[in-house]
């Protein structure tokens, strides 16, 4: 019997090669999202299907699904632009920026007060933080915009498009204790929280990959080597509140039928907002050798996809 790792995206694999090496689980790699229909078709069990993937790849789907489970989400509004990386065209249309500041204006600025509220800008389809950034009025996001704009035409790489063409403006939650916190979920119940501090800014990806590593060090390097303010919190820490929001949560994978996910939430002191569900989720393993003395997630992913195994 073999598991088979259907993925999108080879820089997350290393430390689950390791993990399922040293289990000795047999895996093949396929990064083919397409054959997802095909399995489902002749009855294969699936672990995050194309449910799953459908969710990982719309920022507006996860808000949609999850305010329909009654999980509270930051206050966003969604721009579609008629510019993405699949298209030829690479300059942002004057129109649509007056549209994003027009949108900014009707949800983030107070008439009465005439005050704004923080807001952010990100891509419906992204990761890592990428294409994330906090604007205090719409003149910011205008510029914003207008740079990016600029630096597409004079080929900068260092932030592109949208993928799908569609942008969010999202209310900014500020935390008093400038964190996030990331639970991870295996078979539709918590396998741990993990804090991350915010104040280095938006990329916030826990994954050791993300620290550009080089492939061989993801899955050596020491406990130290990572100082990104990652760090696995003990149960007895949760609030009431994260209790009830990671019950929600269970439940709602539950009726996703999602079994492995990262979600991602900010605590404003009153209210717990969830903001991103991730059905592709990684793991840090330098905050798990500082918690658990050794790397962790994937070895209890590997766990679980032998007892499924087993089941059939």
């Known amino acids: 019997m073999t598991v088979y790792i259907i993925h999108e995206n080879d820089?997350?694999?290393?430390?689950?090669?390791?993990?399922?090496?040293?289990?000795?689980?047999?895996?093949?790699?396929?990064?083919?999202?397409?054959?997802?229909?095909?399995l489902s078709l002749h009855s294969c069990r699936i672990i995050n299907d194309q449910r799953a993937l459908s969710l990982e790849l719309s920022k507006v789907k996860q808000?949609?699904?999850?305010?329909?489970?009654?999980?509270?989400?930051?206050?966003?509004?969604?721009?579609?632009?008629?510019?993405?990386?699949?298209?030829?065209?690479s300059t942002i249309q004057e129109n649509f920026i007056e549209t994003l500041k027009k949108t900014a204006r009707e949800n983030f600025f107070n008439v009465s007060?005439?005050?704004?509220?923080?807001?952010?800008?990100?891509?419906?389809?992204?990761?890592?933080?990428?294409?994330?950034?906090?604007?205090?009025?719409?003149?910011?996001?205008?510029?914003?915009?207008?740079?990016?704009?600029n630096n597409n035409n004079n080929n900068d790489d260092d932030e592109e498009f949208s993928v799908?063409?569609?942008?969010?403006?999202?209310?900014?939650?500020?935390?008093?204790?400038?964190?996030?916190?990331?639970?991870?979920?295996?078979?539709?119940?918590?396998?741990?929280?993990?804090?991350?501090?915010?104040?280095?800014?938006?990329?916030?990806?826990?994954?050791?990959a993300c620290r550009k590593q080089a492939e061989v060090k993801l899955v050596q390097q020491s406990a130290d080597e990572i100082k990104h303010g990652f760090n696995i919190r003990p149960k007895e820490s949760f609030t009431e509140n994260e209790k009830n929001v990671i019950e929600q949560l269970e439940n709602f994978l539950q009726e996703q039928?999602?079994?492995?996910?990262?979600?991602?939430?900010?605590?404003?002191?009153?209210?717990?907002?969830?903001?991103?569900?991730?059905?592709?989720?990684?793991?840090?393993?330098?905050?798990?050798?500082?918690?658990?003395?050794?790397m962790y997630g994937t070895v209890r992913l590997g766990e679980y996809f032998q007892k499924q195994l087993r089941k059939d």
């Open 257 to 294: 039928k999602i079994e492995v996910a990262g979600i991602e939430w900010v605590d404003d002191g009153t209210n717990i907002y969830v903001y991103d569900v991730n059905c592709n989720t990684n793991y840090n393993v330098a905050a798990e050798t500082r918690f658990f003395g050794d």
């Open 63 to 89: 808000y949609v699904e999850l305010t329909k489970n009654n999980i509270r989400v930051p206050r966003t509004a969604f721009v579609g632009c008629a510019t993405s990386l699949n298209q030829q065209e």
């Open 113 to 149: 007060t005439q005050t704004w509220a923080p807001f952010i800008s990100k891509h419906n389809r992204a990761g890592k933080g990428l294409g994330v950034h906090l604007f205090a009025d719409d003149q910011q996001l205008e510029e914003q915009f207008k740079k990016l704009s």
């Open 164 to 208: 799908d063409g569609i942008y969010l403006l999202q209310e900014y939650i500020q935390s008093p204790k400038k964190a996030i916190n990331r639970a991870e979920f295996i078979g539709y119940k918590l396998m741990y929280v993990i804090e991350v501090d915010t104040r280095q800014g938006f990329q916030l990806c826990p994954s050791d």
């Open 11 to 38: 820089t997350w694999l290393p430390p689950f090669r390791k993990a399922f090496e040293e289990l000795h689980l047999p895996f093949i790699e396929w990064n083919l999202s397409q054959v997802l229909d095909y």
